[in-house]
């Protein structure tokens, strides 16, 4: 089973749609959870970190739940400037300890918003 | 100049060839990152620097080696690189414990 596996995409969605991205993780000992956007050709940015009730910041709904090693990202009316690769991202605590925290990427799920 | 950047942005080299990515941050982090993103995978982490040590090498052949001479400062050598190396090449940093990282632009390389 991969580290991070989202759905594969993409999507192609209307302006003002509601789209869901899904994200399952296999390693039950990871902490902390992120959504990153990557627009065409440029580099990952943080989008929103995912808590363990859920969290939201406009338009965007994040949601955890750890018995089911499951993530998700909620967009609401969605924009043309939402369009991009979505990045689900799972961090979690070398074997050895310290504070070498390791971030594993999904391949992503590219959006389109289309006018 | 704020932000992670990386020179350069783009770089075609021969398989014979030897070259240097720059990567600096200005952000007052203390980690450093090095990853490889290919075509339909996902980001592929490298190298990381943790307060200027190299902390994890994630079984990376050895025509790639970094370099990290402070903490805001990372580079990665390149020599007989293969054709499958060809990729983008991004560099990140953080603060030690913290999950976001952030990104540089990154360097585009093609091997020929």
């Known amino acids: 089973r991969k580290e991070v596996e989202q759905d594969p995409g993409p999507f192609n969605v209307p302006e003002g749609a509601t789209v869901a991205f899904n994200c399952t993780y296999s390693?039950?000992?990871?902490?902390?959870f992120f959504w990153y956007r990557q627009d065409c050709r440029k580099e990952p940015k943080l989008l929103m970190s995912?808590?363990?009730s859920g969290n939201e910041d406009g338009r965007f709904t994040a949601q955890l739940n750890r018995a089911s090693q499951y993530i998700s990202l909620l967009i609401r009316d969605s924009k043309l400037s939402d369009s991009a690769t979505y990045l689900c991202?799972?961090?979690?605590?070398?074997?050895?300890?310290?504070?070498?925290?390791?971030?594993?990427f999904g391949k992503g799920t590219l959006l389109t918003v289309n006018p | 100049e704020t932000g992670v950047t990386q020179t350069p942005r783009h770089l075609v080299m021969g398989m014979t060839n030897k070259k240097s990515l720059k990567c600096e941050q200005h952000l007052g982090h203390n980690a450093m990152y090095w990853y490889k993103q290919s075509a339909k995978k996902p980001l592929e982490l490298m190298f990381v620097y943790s307060l200027e040590e190299r902390v994890e090498n994630n079984s990376v052949p050895s025509r790639f080696s970094p370099e990290c001479p402070n903490s805001s400062h990372l580079f990665l050598h390149l020599h007989t690189l293969q054709p499958e190396d060809s990729a983008l090449y991004l560099c990140?940093?953080?603060?030690?414990?913290?999950?976001?990282?952030?990104f540089g632009p990154g360097t585009r390389l093609t091997v020929t």
């Open positions: 990140a940093s953080s603060q030690v414990g913290v999950g976001e990282q952030y």
């Open positions: 390693n039950s000992a990871s902490q902390s």
């Open positions: 995912v808590y363990s």
């Open positions: 991202v799972v961090k979690k605590t070398p074997h050895s300890g310290g504070s070498n925290y390791k971030l594993t």
